[in-house]
């Protein structure tokens, strides 16, 4: 079973910046695609940015540009900076993990941008 938790989010001001981090504990999978989704109140949860284990990055048009995928393969654990944040970034961020067939979530994060 893997687990993932969440950490870094938090209250910023538009323009600031936050560094999300997600770590997978417990057995050792092969993890071989691991990202970022987000979902805020009222809105269908949508994926933010995915990063492969041989260093692939995919973004959302809405945030390419300002937030930057990475990870540590050896240690399981993908970070997710984000810079130049907007009030419409304000969202629950989840991380995911893909081990073959199985998707894996952690319990989110709320990240809030003010004007």
């Known amino acids: 079973q893997v687990q993932l938790v969440e950490s870094g989010g938090g209250l910023v001001q538009a323009g600031g910046s936050l560094r999300l981090s997600c770590a997978a504990s417990?057995?050792?999978?092969?993890?071989?695609?691991m990202g970022w989704y987000r979902q805020a109140p009222g809105k269908q949860r949508e994926p933010v940015a995915g990063?492969?284990?041989?260093?692939?990055?995919n973004y959302a048009d809405s945030v390419k540009g300002r937030f930057t995928i990475s990870r540590d393969n050896a240690k399981n654990t993908v970070f997710l900076q984000m810079n130049s944040l907007k009030p419409e970034d304000t969202a629950v961020y989840y991380c995911?993990?893909?081990?073959?067939?199985?998707?894996?979530w952690g319990q989110g994060t709320q990240v809030t941008v003010s004007s």
């Open positions: 995911k993990a893909q081990a073959g067939v199985l998707a894996y």
């Open positions: 417990g057995r050792d999978f092969s993890l071989n695609t």
């Open positions: 990063v492969t284990s041989g260093g692939e990055t």
